[in-house]
Each structure stands twice: as structure tokens, then as C-alpha cells.
């Protein structure tokens, strides 16, 4: 017996999942507006020749629909054919909507289609061609029309395809609207409202900030001549020294915290488990972390990335457009301070950081006490640092004492933010975390036979690593 209950909400669900007004569902099955009106008051139930094309535009197996819990649809170009039916569009644009339909969620598809039906959307190839020819480099370009190529022959083009369309339809909507409601002014606390006319930006009743490169930018300054920020000047150098790399092998070792070794598998898994809506990540900038995450997340999730350069993050922004198609990410780009988070008390579900907290300059236990401030109750924030397991071993002594001997301020600075295993549990617990586990995912290095302390730039490179969860009450 079919259930008229969960087939009317199930139906809602998934329409509104899809953008579609009921009346436009209704134009797409060639009905009346009225009758899908009645399925979802659940006063009656289709007809059973509507099942199938239903399912095809809802993108669900009729199973789904009609109250199962699996959902084994098959995602097929014949059924995109069906699915985008109502939409008055050109065979190479059904090729391309084909293409798109293993990456893109129906949401995105009809969107692109309504684009298509109002011919505001122009996909060509572009080849180019460098030679190197007598010393002299020259390059070449040719734009070649998609009307050559069929369905299958588009197949190798998805990615790209999704990412330029993504892009496209993206562009007049920063994610940062769909946070607002999380934020407050980090000078006054007042409530943020978003606007875009001819400029755009977040304002509360007495400060403005705008929006440059779609990063929100609160005017904060980065480090110079810290980590990156000298050997990273401009797009290019990110390009080249930086490019965040995905460790592809990383989801055959996805599993619990305690078991794994690979502290990134780690915390994709913890985050995996309770699958947040709204994730902030502290310190992004060089996005090594955003990557993996903008690669592995496979919920709804606003992805918010945070660091004081405004330019890093304009980089790393650039790049992901470039790069990444996950439609089920939306990044939100926050050139802010740490310490000083645009964050309401308890309004955040799950913050993470790798490398982040330890690179807080000031004392980093204040980046973690805002953190721990505006997380929510069960909130959790996990982590990966850099740590000595014991303070009291003998190559831990050595590597102390030479930064202790050195007397560049930044070295002292360093020294006073060096806490071992035993130390770190009594930090988070003096933070107010309810309860923690601390797994140690590498051990420092044997310190060189020299007296003077070896790095200029990434001075922590010796130390060991532990990932850390840590759960607010
Ligand atoms: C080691 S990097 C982080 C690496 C990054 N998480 C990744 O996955 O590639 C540390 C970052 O923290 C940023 N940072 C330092 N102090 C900060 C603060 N008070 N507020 C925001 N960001 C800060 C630095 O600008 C730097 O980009």
C-alpha cells in the first residue's frame, strides 16, 4: 500500500531541492498546476505513467518516491533527456546538461537549463597552442564550437563544464548571504545585513566592510615576512610553489580518529561522522586543509576559510574556482582576525584548523578561547598542531636550548608557545572543552649536531604533530 504522507513529503522535499515552483513541475509532467497541488496535501496520488518522469525530473528512483529508504538511481543521458523535458533548450545543450548530470545536483541543472532557455549561456573550447620555436614563444588559439560534438563524444568535458557553469551562475550570490544571521561586527557586535549594488558588502548599523575579490575583508593585516608571505608575492608564485595538491589516496584511509595514522584521514573523518552544515576553518590561508576538504565533503556545507591576509585568501579563492566542483561546498572567503571572530556566541557547529592555531602570533590560547566561545553546545572544534610529546626528553632539551639561544624576538615568541603532550591536555581542559582526545600523529626530529638553531622559515618543522577533537559542553 502506497503511504499518501510520505509520498506528499517526500515530493515537497525533493522539489523545493530541485528549485522547481509546483507549477513549473507541473508544466514539465504536462498536467495541471492543481494536481500537484493535491499530491502534496496528499489528497490524492499520481497517475502511475507519471511515476517514471517524475522520478526522472525529481533525479530519485520511483522506489524513493513512493517511500523507500534507498535510493538507487541511475543517472543516466536518457534520463537527463526526460528530466530537463519543460525546458524549451537546444540539443547541444542537452549534451551539455547530459554531461553536467553525474556532477551537479538537479538544483544546478535546472538552473543552467533556465539560463540555456534564455540563450544567456555560451559554451565554446577553446585550443591553444605555445611554441617554443627559434627562442622566440608564441602562442596560438583557436575556438572550436561544441555543436560538433554529441553526447558522448562531451563525456571527457564534465569537470570543466561544471566548474565554468557552477562559476557562471554562482557569481551574483557570495555565500556569505547564507551565514549572515551566524555573524556580528567584530568592532560593535551588532547584527550584519548584506548588500550588493554597485559595490558590494556586509554592514551592521555603524561599520562597513566590503567585499574585494569576493573575500570580506574586516582590514586586517597579514605577518609580513611570516610562513608564506615572503615567498608568496603574487598569483603566480602561489601557482607555482603552493598549488594545495589533493592526496588522492587519503579516502581508502578514512576511518576513526584512534585508529588512523594519517592525521588528515583523521579529520575528514571526524567531520564525516557528524557532517556539519556550517564549517569554519581557522587560519586557511594557503589553503592545503581547504582543498582536501573542498575535495571530501559530500553533505550541503558552507565551507567559511579565515586568515588575516586578505590576498592569500584572494589566491586561494581564485584557484578553487579554478579547480573545484564540488556543488555541495559553497566557500566563504574572510580576511579577519582569529581572535576578534565576526561570530555570534554559540553559532557555530564545527571549526577545524590545521597549522592554524599554532601560527597565531599573540598567545594562540586566545584564538581557541574565541573558538571555543562561538561554538555551539556539543559544538566541536578539531585540529591538527604542532607539539613536543615529552619536555623532559633529552632531544627535546637540545632543540629547546637552541631556540632559547637565539635572540630574534619571533624565536622567543616561538619558544613561549611550545607546550608538550601532557600540557596540552591541561590547556583544552582550562578552555572549558568538556572532554577531548588527543592522538600524537608525529615525533620531532633528532636535533643536528650544530649551535645554532637551523631554520629561518617554517621553524616548527622540527616539532612532532597530534590531531585533537575537542567537544564544548
Ligand atoms: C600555517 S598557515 C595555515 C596553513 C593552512 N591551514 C593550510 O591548510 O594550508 C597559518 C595561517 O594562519 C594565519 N594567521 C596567523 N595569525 C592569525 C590570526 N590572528 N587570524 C587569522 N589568521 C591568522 C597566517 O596568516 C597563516 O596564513
Redesign the pocket.
Known amino acids: 500500500m502506497i503511504d499518501k504522507y510520505i509520498f506528499s513529503k517526500r515530493l515537497t522535499e525533493l522539489r523545493n531541492k530541485c528549485g522547481l515552483s509546483q507549477s513549473k513541475l507541473a508544466d514539465m509532467l504536462y498536467i495541471s498546476g492543481q494536481a500537484v497541488s493535491k499530491w502534496e496535501n496528499a489528497s490524492s496520488l499520481p497517475d502511475i505513467e507519471l511515476l517514471l518522469p517524475l522520478s526522472q525530473i525529481l533525479g530519485v528512483s520511483i522506489d524513493y518516491l513512493l517511500g523507500s529508504e534507498k535510493d538507487e538511481f541511475k543517472n543516466d543521458s536518457d534520463t537527463i533527456c526526460e528530466a530537463i523535458r519543460g525546458y524549451d533548450v537546444s540539443d547541444k545543450d542537452i549534451n551539455i546538461l547530459s554531461a553536467m548530470s553525474s556532477i551537479m545536483p538537479r538544483e544546478y541543472l535546472y538552473k543552467t537549463a533556465k539560463y540555456m532557455e534564455k540563450d544567456l549561456l555560451e559554451y565554446k573550447l577553446t585550443l591553444e597552442l605555445t611554441s617554443n620555436l627559434g627562442g622566440e614563444r608564441n602562442s596560438y588559439r583557436q575556438d572550436i564550437s561544441l555543436n560538433a560534438y554529441d553526447k558522448n563524444s562531451i563525456l571527457p568535458f564534465s569537470k570543466h563544464i561544471s566548474a565554468l557553469t557552477l562559476q557562471a551562475i554562482n557569481k551574483n550570490c557570495n555565500p556569505v548571504q547564507e551565514i549572515i544571521g551566524l555573524m556580528k561586527c567584530p568592532i560593535c557586535g551588532g547584527d550584519f545585513e548584506y548588500f550588493k549594488t554597485s559595490e558590494e558588502f556586509i554592514s551592521c548599523k555603524e561599520h562597513k566592510f566590503y567585499i574585494n575579490d569576493g573575500v570580506v575583508d574586516f582590514k586586517?593585516l597579514?605577518?609580513h615576512g611570516?610562513?608564506?608571505?615572503s615567498w608568496i608575492r603574487r598569483y603566480d608564485d602561489y601557482k607555482k610553489n603552493n598549488v594545495?595538491k589533493i592526496d588522492e589516496s587519503i579516502k581508502d584511509h578514512i576511518r576513526p580518529f584512534s585508529e588512523s595514522k594519517s592525521w588528515l584521514a583523521d579529520m575528514l573523518y571526524t567531520l564525516k561522522q557528524s557532517k556539519p552544515s556550517v564549517i569554519l576553518?581557522?587560519?586557511?590561508?594557503?589553503?592545503?586543509?581547504?582543498a582536501q576538504l573542498i575535495q571530501y565533503i559530500d553533505w550541503e556545507c558552507v565551507l567559511v576559510l579565515?586568515?588575516?591576509?586578505h590576498r592569500?585568501l584572494k589566491y586561494d579563492k581564485r584557484y578553487f574556482d579554478e579547480t573545484s566542483i564540488n556543488p555541495n561546498v559553497k566557500v566563504v572567503y574572510l580576511a579577519?582576525?582569529?581572535?576578534n571572530l565576526p561570530f555570534k556566541d554559540n553559532s557555530l557547529e564545527c571549526i577545524t584548523?590545521?597549522?592554524?592555531y599554532?601560527?597565531?602570533?599573540?598567545d594562540f590560547t586566545n584564538?581557541m578561547s574565541e573558538s571555543h566561545r562561538a561554538l555551539s553546545e556539543n559544538g566541536k572544534i578539531v585540529f591538527s598542531i604542532g607539539l613536543i610529546g615529552n619536555r623532559e626528553d633529552e632531544n627535546v632539551q637540545k632543540w629547546l636550548d637552541l631556540i632559547k639561544a637565539d635572540t630574534d624576538p619571533d624565536m622567543l615568541q616561538f619558544y613561549s608557545q611550545i607546550y608538550d603532550i601532557k600540557e596540552w591536555h591541561e590547556i583544552i581542559k582550562n578552555l572549558g572543552f568538556a572532554k577531548h582526545t588527543l592522538i600524537q600523529t608525529e615525533t620531532e626530529i633528532p636535533v643536528p649536531d650544530t649551535d645554532v638553531f637551523p631554520y629561518d622559515c617554517m621553524i616548527g618543522r622540527w616539532m612532532g604533530s597530534a590531531n585533537i577533537v575537542a567537544e564544548k559542553l
Open positions: 586586517t597579514e605577518i611570516y610562513t608564506w608571505s594545495p576553518d581557522i587560519g586557511s590561508g594557503m589553503g592545503f586543509f581547504a579565515t586568515d588575516l591576509s592569500i579577519c582576525d582569529v581572535c584548523s590545521c597549522g592554524g599554532d601560527c597565531v602570533m599573540t584564538s
